[in-house]
């Protein structure tokens, strides 16, 4: 489901307080070669109301930012990222 874009700004505002707040874990991400291409698949983890977060939120939710970054050369139609992200 895409969100109208007035949503969507209001979401990541009050995303980026709650990073500011620390009340979210943010682990570093993880990357890892895609065999046979010049292709890396980047994951990004996080979640908020976790236990050990700073100060707890009201409700606990997690998201997964999956990135594919292949080396293209410029102007290559399939671009040189594709990703998704899961909440």
Known sequence: ???PP???VAAVDAAM???SLR???LPLRTSTDVPGTTGRLILMPGW???SGAARPAPS???GLKIV????RAAGDARGTHVGA???
């Open 48 to 50: 908020i109301g976790a």
């Open 68 to 71: 594919a970054k292949y080396r």
């Open 1 to 3: 489901v895409l969100l």
């Open 17 to 19: 307080r709650a990073v």
């Open 85 to 87: 992200v899961l909440l």
């Open 23 to 25: 009340e979210v874990a």
């Open 60 to 62: 606990c939710a997690f």
């Open 6 to 8: 007035p949503v969507a």
